[in-house]
């Protein structure tokens, strides 16, 4: 079943609330953007210690767009994430973070960036249940769909049909199609979910246009 995540970023707390009562209605699951204001020039209100407080029982999962995330996925993983992704721009020390995970080395992926090849992961991929597929560079929400994100999950599911992809960044109703036929298992969305007027029905709208897409093949959809 090909996941509709809903995607927080927030720059203060109070936005963070808001969204994620909005999030609630939309998913089980919502993706948090962790941004430190080093790896991108953009900060995000984030804090690993309040996330029980806040979601209670909603899960959740965080997208570390952080200079340092061999601490930082621990963190958010003691935190109660489901699933840790971090940058593979942001580190080279793929070992290191998969072992300090320990038994939770499942919940930890790698995000890559449109212009980063995919041959940054491929000495671990192997290892690894799952990739976030960047669409646009990592920063402001908003930005235009890089279509080379087709593309690369296309690839990554060739190399391992069994692996779990997220794509991110610029997602909407009009690149869901490819996305999904490609292998895409979960499209995780801000500016056209939580942002949306009508959250509801643009969630209504992205399963429409998942059902159609996958109802015909060739596709990667998961059966």
């Not at 200079?67 to 930082?72: D, K, V």
């Not at 960044?169 to 036929?181: K, T």
């Not at 949306?196 to 990667?220: Q, R």
Request: charged share 25%; proline share 6%; hydrophobic share 45%.
């Amino acid at each position: 079943m090909i996941e509709i995540v809903p995607a927080i970023l927030a720059k203060t707390e109070e936005e963070f609330r808001e969204k994620i009562e909005i999030a609630r209605s939309l998913s089980n699951i919502v993706h948090i953007d962790v941004m430190d204001g080093k790896f991108v020039k953009e900060t995000t209100w984030a804090v690993p210690e309040k996330m029980k407080e806040i979601l209670g029982d909603l899960a959740f999962e965080a997208h570390l767009m952080t200079s340092e995330p061999e601490h930082e996925a621990m963190v958010w993983l003691a935190a109660g994430a489901s699933r840790v992704y971090y940058h593979a721009e942001a580190s080279a020390r793929d070992e290191l973070i998969l072992k300090s995970a320990l038994d939770r080395s499942d919940r930890v992926g790698i995000a890559i960036n449109p212009d980063t090849p995919l041959s940054r992961i491929t000495h671990v991929i192997d290892r690894l249940q799952r990739v976030l597929v960047m669409g646009v560079t990592p920063g402001r929400s908003g930005q235009p769909f890089q279509p080379i994100a087709v593309e690369k999950i296309a690839a990554l599911k060739n190399l391992r049909p069994s692996l779990k992809i997220a794509v991110d960044g610029g997602i909407r109703p009009e690149n869901a199609a490819a996305l999904v036929r490609a292998g895409a298992d979960a499209l995780i969305a801000a500016t056209a979910l939580t942002d949306a007027k009508e959250p509801m029905l643009a969630v209504a709208k992205f399963k429409e246009i998942i059902d159609e897409a996958c109802s015909t093949p060739p596709n990667n959809c998961p059966a």
